[in-house]
């Protein structure tokens, strides 16, 4: 236990604010596995906004929310797209080829033989 008088207010602070954390934490987390299960767009936006907030109060890294968010939308449009995908992959998309713009090669280049060297740089 801390004697000085500000160690114990600090005591306290800490006390206050690990209870506010731990409860937005709890938020966000049930959200979160909401979303993963419903992938509403209302239950996405819950869950984005909790993330949001838990980021604002610190609580997680701006990174791994950003990367959240991310496997969350993804997760939405692969649920949403799922039906809509397996009936197109019975069919067979035809390969297009890509145009690339070379220039043609002479003889002329290849011909030339000649090294090009570079300046020497040497300080007299």
Do not use: C, W, Y
């Not at 937005?24 to 979160?32: A, P």
């Amino acid at each position: 236990m801390p004697i000085l008088k500000h160690a114990k207010k600090k005591l306290k602070q800490d006390k206050k604010r690990t209870i506010k954390n731990k409860k937005l934490k709890d938020t966000f987390k049930s959200l979160v596995k909401k979303a993963k299960e419903d992938t509403s767009t209302e239950a996405l936006s819950r869950a984005f906004s909790a993330i949001d907030k838990a980021t604002k109060k610190n609580i997680l890294n701006p990174n791994k929310a950003a990367h959240m968010k991310s496997a969350l939308a993804k997760n939405a449009s692969s649920e949403k797209a799922a039906p809509v995908s397996s009936a197109k992959a019975k069919t067979k998309a035809k390969p297009t080829a890509k145009k690339t713009a070379k220039k043609p090669v002479t003889k002329a280049s290849k011909s030339s033989g000649a090294k090009k060297t570079k300046p020497s740089s040497k300080k007299k």
